[in-house]
């Protein structure tokens, strides 16, 4: 079975700076898709950025940006140039690729981490 | 478009009662799913569906039950609340298949059993 580990339940990081979150995962699949959700004090989910496993280019969307690492079976979340908007709990989540009906849609997510943002 | 959208936004039971929580979608998605978020666990998988008349399990359906009847509804059902079910529950919707499919995600239900 896929498991998402998020090893850092806290973070913070003073506006303007970089942090990295970090995410590792575990699947004997090749095709697959990783994902990065942000979780204001709102609840809303949102998603941040998207990463197919076939691609070794890393993603990026404005100040966001991955490390993926498919052999480390490693998902990182860079976010530059941090401002207080960012501060949320952050989830990164995993999702099989190919067509397996229903069950390819399913998301596991890892536990999150919770990102405050120091002005 | 009113996107995925969740009725209550809060919810207080007793042990014992039943409720159903209600989701909706206007995108046409064939796949629509519950995920319960609970402190230090992240968000699990508790039923989905691929279509009218098509549910299954995810990872902790125990004391829940789903019906799909048409493609823009997916109630959530407890039957006898307990305590255990105090969570927050999203439901998510997106197109099925092969290929990237964003799924867009409700606004989420706080439901609180005493």
């Known amino acids: 079975a896929q498991t998402v580990t998020q090893s850092q339940p806290e973070m913070s990081v003073q506006e303007a700076e970089t942090v990295t979150l970090s995410c590792t995962y575990d699947?004997?699949?090749?095709?697959?898709?990783l994902f990065w959700y942000k979780q204001p004090p709102s609840r809303q989910m949102i998603l941040v950025i998207r990463?197919?496993?076939?691609?070794?280019q890393n993603a990026t969307e404005n100040r966001f940006s991955v490390n993926f690492q498919k052999a480390a079976k490693s998902f990182s979340l860079k976010i530059s140039d941090s401002q207080l908007g960012d501060a949320a709990m952050y989830f990164c989540?995993?999702?099989?690729?190919?067509?397996?009906?229903?069950?390819?849609?399913?998301?596991?997510f890892g536990t999150g981490t919770l990102l405050a943002v120091q002005p | 478009n009113a996107g995925v959208t969740q009725t209550p936004k809060f919810q207080v039971l007793k042990t014992g009662q039943s409720m159903t929580l209600q989701c909706a979608q206007d995108m046409n998605h064939e796949y629509m799913s519950w995920y319960r978020q609970d402190p230090g666990m992240g968000l699990r998988l508790i039923h989905y569906?691929?279509?009218?008349?098509?549910?299954d399990q995810g990872e902790v359906p125990n004391g829940y039950n789903v019906s799909r009847s048409t493609t823009e509804d997916f109630p959530l059902r407890l039957l006898s609340a307990a305590p255990s079910q105090t969570s927050v529950y999203f439901c998510?919707?997106?197109?099925?298949?092969?290929?990237?499919?964003?799924?867009?995600f409700g606004p989420g239900t706080r439901l609180t059993v005493l």
């Open positions: 989540a995993y999702r099989r690729g190919g067509n397996y009906g229903g069950a390819t849609n399913k998301l596991i």
């Open positions: 569906s691929v279509g009218a008349g098509i549910t």
């Open positions: 990463q197919e496993a076939y691609k070794q």
């Open positions: 699947t004997s699949e090749s095709d697959y898709y």
């Open positions: 998510a919707s997106s197109y099925s298949g092969a290929g990237y499919n964003e799924q867009f």
